[in-house]
């Protein structure tokens, strides 16, 4: 069984996420969005909101589940059985901070980073970018983000 964790922040989800999602899910036996917090970053959503935001969003992907990790991501593989991390690349910035995180995770345990090309539609949706126009107010946020969160975003910046 081939078993892949795709792990990030999801502070919020995006639909570039949610292609990637989708895609390693008909790559791999099972997916699992490994939602996390990035310390580098403030973060908008608690843990708790983003692991329900991300459970609805794939509720329709029946190889998909989501897991909260507060540890190392190799950790959280190893406790799951997993050998695959998936990472979605929008532009060279991307890559060269994937390939050292790559290097890094397969000195630390033996598992393979698969990377994943954004579709050119999502190359330009980030997190930040989303936080950032949410709390100006932009309209038609689902170009952006899937439904449920386009609500959870009207909520948070009311």
């Known amino acids: 069984m081939r078993k892949a964790v795709f792990p990030g922040s999801f502070d919020p989800l995006t639909n570039g996420h949610m292609d990637i999602i989708t895609r390693a899910s008909q790559l791999f036996d099972e997916v699992i ?3 996390g917090t990035n310390t580098n970053k403030t973060g908008l959503f608690t843990t708790q909101q983003r692991l329900a ?3 609805e969003a794939v509720a329709d992907l029946d190889n ?3 897991g909260a990790i507060d540890g ?3 950790e959280f593989m190893q ?3 997993a050998k695959y991390i998936i990472r979605g690349l929008r532009n060279c910035k991307d890559f060269e901070y994937e390939r050292d995180i ?3 995770n397969s000195v630390l345990a033996e598992v393979e980073t698969v990377l994943l090309l954004a579709r050119p539609e999502n190359q330009n949706i980030s997190s930040s970018m989303v936080k950032e126009i949410g709390k100006m107010g932009a309209k038609n946020m689902d170009q952006f ?3 449920i969160v386009v609500k959870a975003l009207e909520e948070q910046f009311k």
Do not use: C, I, R
Request: charged letters at 5%; proline letters at 10%.
């Open 64 to 66: 998909v589940s989501v």
């Open 145 to 147: 983000v899937p439904p």
């Open 79 to 81: 406790a799951k059985g």
């Open 53 to 55: 935001l991300v459970t």
């Open 33 to 35: 969005v490994a939602v």
């Open 102 to 104: 790559a290097g890094v």
């Open 72 to 74: 190392l991501t190799v």
